[in-house]
């Protein structure tokens, strides 16, 4: 895929994504499609469209990096994944991780900002003083080429619970309005269940195969790699 978006020089969004991620004290849980699509305009001036499948849950150094927005900009030299390994290949903390990651996502998108749609949701999730630890970085760019840069923290002892959803979640909330609460379920089902929420209603966007990860003090494990953590069979 990466050798596709080199030669066409594509901007390659992931809005059409949905990631779940539910935070406790004690364990992280984050669930999420595999679908990418990505449209572009060809040489001819044609407008292009192509799907796949690969991670979008991926381990740099020490922590886990999930996203929907801008995956790739090649005017902006703009690569996600490519940031994520520069930032975080070799962090330990999800502290660190996150401050150089969000200080990298500003100097790239900042350049394009006014020129191309920015809007990218960032997670950074794992151990930070022997407890799981989430953090939520939203970038987004104005038509003026101002870029607003905000995050949001769990941590042990300031919350109990957080959840953060990225992409898509117009059918996950018309699902919670009208239904009984999945609160009763544990947190991992939870999570894979809003995730297959929203695919039934955007099967063209939101896809399987599906990834459930855990992160604990004790270990992280995949109940669903889906995808993860290899790339889907071509």
Not at 85 to 100: E, I, L, N
């Amino acid at each position: 895929m990466r050798a596709l978006v080199a030669a066409l020089g594509l901007c390659l969004c992931a809005k059409a994504t949905t990631i779940v991620a539910i935070w406790t004290p004690a364990k992280i849980v984050i669930a999420g499609d595999s679908l990418l699509n990505m449209d572009w305009t060809g040489a001819n001036g044609v407008p292009q469209h192509k799907t796949s499948k690969d991670c979008k849950i991926r381990k740099f150094g020490s922590n886990y990096i999930s996203a929907a927005g801008n995956y790739h900009i090649q005017t902006a030299g703009y690569d996600l994944w490519e940031t994520a390994a520069h930032a975080c290949g070799s962090s330990t903390t999800v502290d660190g991780c996150t401050a150089k990651f969000r200080a990298e996502l500003r100097s790239k998108l900042a350049r394009v900002a006014g020129v191309h749609d920015v809007h990218l949701s960032v997670l950074v999730a794992g151990i930070e003083n022997g407890a799981p630890a989430l953090d939520h970085i939203t970038v987004i760019g104005t038509p003026q080429g101002r870029l607003s840069v905000q995050s949001e923290s769990f941590r042990r002892g300031k919350q109990k619970w957080g959840r953060v959803i990225l992409g898509e979640r117009d059918a996950i909330d018309r699902y919670e309005h009208g239904s009984a609460s999945t609160m009763t379920d544990s947190i991992q089902e939870q999570a894979l269940s809003l995730v297959r929420v929203e695919a039934r209603a955007l099967p063209q966007e939101v896809g399987a195969p599906f990834s459930t990860l855990t992160i604990e003090a004790a270990g992280e494990h995949w109940i669903n790699p889906g995808c993860c953590p290899a790339s889907c069979s071509k």
